[in-house]
C-alpha cells in the first residue's frame, strides 16, 4: 500500500516517468500505470491521496478486501463488458476500474474476472481444435500500432506489430516494423522461423492484401513473393478462411 502511494507521488509531484518510478520502487512499468490509472478513473488528485490512510486508498482503488462482507454487492454488467472487450485497446483491467468508479463497495479485480469468464463459457459451445506440434503458425499484424519513441531526440514514430503463434504450443513471435509492405512482411516470416528453430508446415495468414491478393473463402489467391518464400523455405501458405457469407455482396468481394 505504501508503494502505491510512492508510485503516485513520483508521477504526479517528482514528474517521474513510469520506468524510473519503477526502477526506484523495485516494481514493473506496468504496475505503476496499472495503479496511475486507476487513481486518474477514479478522479484521485495528490492533494486527495494524501488526506486518505493506506487502507482508504486501497479501498479507492481496487475495491474492499475479499474478506469483507457488506451487503449484496453491485453486480457489474457482463453484457456491456462483453461488448466493450471488442474495443481496441479494452481490458478487464480497465472496465473494474471504471466499474469500481461507478460502485466503491464493488467487487475487487479477481471476483470480477472471475465472474465475466464464468459468464463467458455459459454462452456458447466452441469447436474443439486439434494442432499437431511444428504442423501451423498464425501470422497477422495487432490491430493497434504500437509507438517506438527515439531515445535521443524523443521523436514517437508509429509501427507495425506483426505477430506470429505456433498452434499447438501457443508459442508467440512478435516484430515491430515500418510498414505493413511485402518486404516487412517477408522478411519477419523470416525472422519468425529463425525465432522457432525451424519452418512450421504451414502458415495460416489472415487474408490481408499483404499476403493474399485476392481474398476468398474458397479460392483465395497466394501473392507471388509470399508463395516463392514458401516453396524456398519448403512450407505451405493456407489463408484463414473469413466468416462464411450472408449475402450476395461476398460473391463480389472474391472476384474484385
Known amino acids: 500500500m505504501r508503494k502505491m502511494r510512492e508510485m503516485l507521488r513520483l508521477k504526479w509531484v517528482a514528474e517521474r516517468s513510469h520506468r524510473e518510478?519503477?526502477?526506484?520502487?523495485?516494481?514493473?512499468?506496468?504496475?505503476?500505470?496499472?495503479?496511475?490509472?486507476?487513481a486518474k478513473v477514479c478522479g484521485l488528485t495528490w492533494a486527495q491521496v494524501e488526506a486518505l490512510t493506506d487502507e482508504a486508498l486501497e479501498r479507492r482503488l481496487y475495491g474492499p478486501p475479499a474478506g469483507e462482507v457488506a451487503g449484496d454487492r453491485p453486480e457489474p454488467d457482463l453484457v456491456w463488458m462483453h461488448q466493450e472487450l471488442r474495443r481496441p485497446g479494452v481490458t478487464l483491467e480497465l472496465l473494474h476500474v471504471e466499474y469500481l468508479a461507478q460502485q466503491p463497495t464493488g467487487y475487487r479485480y479477481s471476483a470480477f474476472c472471475e465472474r465475466y469468464r464464468a459468464w463467458r463459457a455459459r454462452q456458447r459451445l466452441s469447436m474443439r481444435q486439434i494442432h499437431k506440434a511444428g504442423d501451423k503458425a498464425f501470422v497477422d499484424y495487432a490491430g493497434m500500432r504500437p509507438t517506438v519513441v527515439d531515445a535521443g531526440t524523443g521523436e514517437a514514430t508509429p509501427v507495425e506489430l506483426f505477430v506470429a503463434v505456433l498452434g499447438a504450443s501457443n508459442y508467440t513471435f512478435a516484430v515491430a516494423t515500418r510498414t505493413q509492405q511485402s518486404a516487412d512482411w517477408i522478411a519477419s516470416h523470416s525472422d519468425a522461423a529463425e525465432y522457432f528453430g525451424g519452418v512450421p508446415a504451414v502458415w495460416v495468414p489472415d487474408q490481408l492484401r499483404t499476403g493474399v491478393t485476392a481474398p476468398c473463402r474458397y479460392e483465395p489467391g497466394v501473392q507471388r513473393t509470399y508463395r516463392d518464400w514458401a516453396a524456398h523455405y519448403q512450407t505451405v501458405v493456407i489463408p484463414a478462411r473469413p466468416a462464411k457469407p450472408r449475402d450476395k455482396a461476398y460473391a463480389s468481394y472474391c472476384t474484385s
Open 21 to 38: 518510478a519503477a526502477r526506484s520502487l523495485g516494481v514493473s512499468p506496468g504496475a505503476v500505470a496499472s495503479v496511475v490509472g486507476r
